[in-house]
T-cell receptor, first 112, second 114 residues
């Protein structure tokens, strides 16, 4: 089944403890992207990747890191999480940046 | 700076009604525009994608139009059904070297009552 898989789905953690949210797609998509969704602010793009080893900042990249070492995986790294990074995070992928995006089911992060 | 606005924020209609959702954007230099649907607790599902050179796209009961010069797009839903109840979001893909950078509106929450 074609899908975008995020792990974990839920996480409660504490300020400053490094964490990684994984994203994997099985559709051989070139383009991948991370978003966060917050009440009143909507969906905002954090980082995106046009292909392996190519990443670009979205609109809210501060406090996040990404890497794209292989086509199927695009992990989101929070080196020193803070409470303002509490949010619902989505990973998405598509064949290219100009094609429809497929979204994962989301990861709800709570940072205390 | 590109800004995307969706009005109204919420809409309630009786089943069977035809309806239009609106999306406006401030910078006409876009690569494409997508309409998505989001059900509660779920990720987004892409409904229609319109390239900047296109005027409209259709899929079943859905029709999306794009007027780049005026910075507007509409999503038309024909013969609405309770299963259409969801939040609908539009997103523009910025052009001019920032392809891949998507800017989302805050969505219209649609409720279709039986």
């Amino acid at each position: 089944e074609a899908q975008v898989t995020q792990n974990p789905r839920y996480l409660i953690t504490v300020t400053g403890k490094k964490l990684t949210v994984t994203c994997s797609q099985n559709m051989n998509h070139e383009y991948m992207s991370w978003y966060r969704q917050d009440p009143g602010l909507g969906l905002r793009q954090i980082y995106y990747s046009m292909n392996v080893e190519v990443t670009d900042k979205g609109d809210v990249p501060e406090g996040y890191k990404v890497s794209r070492k292989e086509k199927r995986n695009f992990p989101l790294i929070l080196e020193s999480p803070s409470p303002n990074q509490t949010s619902l995070y989505f990973c998405a992928s598509s064949f290219t940046f100009s094609r429809p995006q497929h979204f994962g089911d989301g990861t709800r992060l709570s940072i205390l | 700076k590109q800004e995307v606005t969706q009005i109204p924020a919420a809409l309630s209609v009786p089943e069977g009604e035809n309806l239009v959702l609106n999306c406006s954007f401030t910078d006409s230099a876009i690569y494409n525009l997508q309409w998505f649907r989001q059900d509660p607790g779920k990720g987004l599902t892409s409904l229609l994608l319109i390239q900047s050179s296109q005027r409209e796209q259709t899929s079943g009961r859905l029709n999306a139009s794009l007027d780049k010069s005026s910075g507007r797009s509409t999503l038309y839903i024909a013969a609405s059904q309770p299963g259409d109840s969801a939040t609908y979001l539009c997103a523009v893909n910025r052009g001019g070297g920032s392809q891949g950078n998507l800017i989302f509106g805050k969505g219209t929450k649609l409720s279709v009552k039986p």
